[in-house]
């Protein structure tokens, strides 16, 4: 078993880590005014980053997945809303369509999105499709050589952004989630509609909105994968992304630890630094060893992903934990810093927010449980 990180993987971390701590102050304004990180994106983009485990043939980088997660733990602890943006371009969109997509889909769709010149969007869940993705209501009946999109997406990121989004929708409805169909849209038709910006908790630079579409003319060309199997074309790229949100939460869980940390050597209380105090050290041990089993967690995935070797439990376990690690650290965080942690002065605060999304998005760790619990009991 070796836990060394290759030459290439080692360049990836490094030049990421260097470009995100370059960046923080930036960041960190960005994020006190909710803005839209585009900056940062850019920058991450003329690094190479929007396509680090896509194919070279089509803008990428041709890096391995590992060396995109190690890429993600570090522009997470700066921007977990910047991080989220990049991971819909990157795993959502762009590894969906060199997946499933023929070469002229990846040629027109893929290469703009892997060098970071669009934004990309996913849009599955519905009002009253989340967890259950097959009970959508979305439809995109036949029309000609092409289709005739209708229905409502909520929750979809960068969706007032994104040139391009993976829609699933109903082309045979009285098949339920076996008449799904993956579908790439062009969000610059005049028949799709914003019909507002969600009001978030936390991650408020990674605008989430609410699409309609209304008739919207969707060409033949457009379908990914093939018809009535557009369930399958997102659950496999759901499994590849419940990996890079494993990976946002480890940076976003490590830059709650470093503040903990920080805070603590220098606050002093009866006479010391509180970091002196046993209660606190236990909290600062407990965080640490949970953030490095959940990185472990992640990079294992990311491996099994790599070797094309089944991940979906791992996967599953990943996200699961490393987003639980990190919203506990996020509590422990706050009470660390006390009164200060309650404050949007410090930055606990908002991290506290972020963290709480990525228990529920890409599947709420209810269902990664489900998940586990599956994929064990098949032996």
């Known amino acids: 078993m070796d836990f060394n990180l290759s030459p290439e993987q080692q ?24 803005q839209f990180p585009r900056k940062i994106l850019e920058s991450w983009a003329k690094k190479g980053f929007s396509g680090t485990a896509l194919p070279k043939e089509y803008g990428g980088a041709g890096g391995d997945y590992i060396s995109y997660v190690l890429a993600q733990m570090e522009l997470a602890q700066i921007s977990p809303a910047a991080a989220l943006i990049l991971h819909v371009n ?21 290469i703009p ?38 229905g409502q997406k909520n929750f979809v990121t960068s969706g007032h952004i994104a040139r391009y989004a993976l829609v699933a929708a109903l082309t045979e409805p009285d098949k339920g989630a076996k008449g799904i169909s993956a579908l790439i849209v062009d ?9 507002r910006l969600e009001e978030k908790m936390g991650l408020e ?47 976003l869980g490590r830059a709650v630890l470093a503040e903990a940390a920080a805070y603590a050597r220098q606050r002093r209380q009866f006479g010391q ?39 979906t439990q791992a996967a ?20 660390i810093l006390g009164g200060y942690g309650y404050l949007k002065d410090y930055p606990m605060e908002r991290l506290f927010r972020d963290a709480k999304a990525g228990q529920i998005y890409e599947g709420a760790n209810e269902i990664m449980r489900l998940i586990i619990a599956r994929e064990l009991l098949r032996g």
């Open 187 to 195: 969000l610059a038709d005049a028949s799709i509609i914003l019909d």
């Open 316 to 335: 599953a376990m990943a996200k699961k934990f490393a987003t639980d690690a990190a919203m506990a650290a996020a509590m422990e965080g706050v009470q």
């Open 205 to 251: 630079g990674a605008v989430s909105v609410s699409l309609r579409f209304e008739e919207v003319l969707v060409p033949a060309e457009n379908l990914l994968g093939a018809e009535n199997q557009g369930l399958k074309v997102m659950l496999a790229a759901l499994d590849a992304a419940r990996v890079g949100s494993a990976a946002i939460a480890v940076g």
């Open 273 to 311: 630094p509180i970091a002196q105090f046993q209660a606190i050290q236990f909290k600062l041990a407990d965080m640490a060893t949970d953030l490095e089993a959940a990185a472990l967690l992640t990079l294992k995935a990311a491996w099994l992903k790599d070797q094309k070797l089944p991940y």
């Open 90 to 110: 990157h795993t959502l969109f762009g590894g969906a369509v060199a997946q499933f997509g023929t070469p002229e889909q990846k040629e027109k769709y893929l």
């Open 113 to 150: 999105v892997a060098r970071g010149q669009v934004y990309a969007a996913f849009a599955l869940t519905e009002p009253e499709a989340g967890s259950d993705p097959g009970s959508l209501k979305t439809v995109a009946r036949k029309q000609g050589e092409g289709w005739v999109l209708t």
């Open 11 to 34: 360049a990836v971390q490094g030049k990421a880590r260097a470009l995100a701590q370059k960046q923080q102050d930036l960041a960190a304004q960005l994020a006190r005014k909710g």
